[in-house]
């Protein structure tokens, strides 16, 4: 994606940043925002970590993230998917009891969308991959 859009492919990994904390994740982006020239675009990846708090953790967090980001920037961001129907039950006693995984909450696509777009971004490509076990948006400010 990096290479299609010609952004310069410079990574930050923000280390010990507690994700739940939308101030403090908006005053990071920030001031990485402010040590690049006007008018750049930045790409923020999050993919996995929104699979463990509540809608409303996530929400707050992108909104944040949304904040502080520069017009046209994007995230990448991604989450576990909800199997069909009773299928549910059983991945989740699997996952959780087998693979003894944290707990996770498992959206649907639209769902995770919807945070995704409630948060103010425009959802421009869903990726499932080909067991439907994980969506990822990219989405753009
Ligand atoms: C499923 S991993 C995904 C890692 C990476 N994004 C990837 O795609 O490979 C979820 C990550 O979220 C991190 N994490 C969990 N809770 C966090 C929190 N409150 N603040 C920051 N990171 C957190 C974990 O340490 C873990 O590295």
Same mark, same amino acid.
């Given at each position: 994606m990096i290479n299609d859009l010609g952004i310069r492919s410079d990574v930050e990994l923000m280390h010990g %940043? #507690? %994700? @739940?904390e939308p101030r403090l994740v908006q005053e990071a982006i920030l001031a990485v925002v402010r040590r690049l020239p006007g008018g750049v675009r930045v790409v923020v990846e999050v993919i996995g !970590? +929104? #699979?463990? +708090?509540s809608n409303e953790q996530v929400s707050r967090f992108l909104s944040a993230v949304y904040d502080a980001l520069p017009p046209g920037s994007f995230l990448l961001t991604g989450n576990v998917l909800r199997s069909p129907r009773w299928l549910s039950w059983l991945q989740r006693l699997f996952i959780e009891?087998?693979? @003894? !995984?944290m707990p996770m909450h498992y959206r649907t696509v639209s769902e995770f969308k919807g945070i995704v777009t409630g948060a103010g971004f425009l959802v421009l490509r869903e990726s499932i991959d080909p067991n439907r076990g994980f969506v990822v948006v990219t989405a753009q400010k």
């Open positions: %940043l #507690d %994700l @739940r !970590w +929104p #699979d463990y +708090p009891n087998v693979f @003894r !995984w």
